[in-house]
């Protein structure tokens, strides 16, 4: 059979475990060909883990959309942090002009350790020309208040509230999750898919080492699309991916540990 292709436009986190890396690593482990467009450089401070954030320079962006999308094509693509309005609206440009289906917005608006990185202008801009082309937005309890424009967010009915303004947006398809906030042991992903809810529920995994688990769950949500599977089953397979990759966190340093890409093949060899 052929093989799936899928894109990331993103950023690339030098540590390995968020960014473009996690999700070539995770396309890897669905067997789907993963390219990308890298649209900001996250480096950190070796002694406190502040980071810093280089952009890459619009042309630049713009050449790597081109030599995918008109070079190549694929099967499916996701948005991680894009870092600037100009590459929000250029993204948008172009899953118009190539006719893109199978879009996952994530819509990464900080990092641990950055302030915002994504500045309020971000905001409108992703509201305005990515929402509407995305089959699936996957923000987490921060990011939907800031999408919903609503105040926190701190029970599973105003996660519904959030995920039905959200839609309203323009997004065919809202998940939100709760990274275990708000259930006591459970961490809740609410699918919203503007006719019905659907809960996706695990039991929290008590560990440090979660970085990258919102890029992570993204990309494999956007691999299964990639495989054709629909965006409900995509969402529920990359949950039980997400929580095996959570259970097998690591420590890279003192100060970040990433979730295992490869902490499914384990259960699949046992
Ligand atoms: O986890 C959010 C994130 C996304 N993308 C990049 C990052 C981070 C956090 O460090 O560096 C490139």
Request: charged residues 20%; hydrophobic residues 40%.
């Amino acid at each position: 059979m052929t093989i799936r292709k899928a894109l990331t436009v993103a950023g690339s986190d030098t540590s390995g475990g968020a960014g473009i890396q996690a999700d070539l690593k995770t396309f890897q482990e669905f067997d789907v060909y993963g390219m990308t467009a890298l649209t900001t450089i996250v480096c950190m401070e070796p002694k406190t883990w502040d980071h810093q954030v280089f952009p890459v320079a619009l042309d630049i962006v713009e050449a790597q959309l081109k030599t995918v999308l008109e070079g190549i094509g694929i099967d499916a693509m996701k948005t991680g942090m894009l870092g600037s309005v100009e590459i929000i609206e250029l993204v948008s440009q172009y899953i118009d002009r190539y006719d893109l289906k199978r879009i996952v917005i994530d819509p990464v608006m900080v990092c641990k350790g950055t302030d915002e990185v994504l500045q309020p202008e971000n905001t409108e801009a992703m509201l305005e020309f990515l929402l509407p082309r995305a089959d699936l937005v996957t923000p987490n309890l921060f990011e939907a208040s800031q999408l919903a424009k609503s105040g926190p967010i701190t029970t599973l009915d105003q996660m519904q509230e959030a995920a039905a303004i959200i839609h309203e947006r323009g997004a065919k398809n809202v998940l939100i999750k709760d990274r275990g906030k708000l259930s006591e042991g459970k961490a809740m992903d609410l699918l919203y898919d503007g006719n019905k809810f659907e809960w996706f529920e695990a039991d929290t995994v008590v560990t440090k080492y979660t970085h990258g688990a919102g890029c992570t769950s993204s990309a494999s949500i956007t691999a299964n699309l990639a495989k054709g599977l629909t965006v409900r089953d995509s969402v529920q397979q990359a949950k039980a991916f997400i929580t095996q990759a959570i259970s097998n966190g690591f420590p890279l340093n003192e100060f970040v540990g990433p979730t295992r890409h490869s902490a499914h093949r384990q259960s699949a060899n046992s």
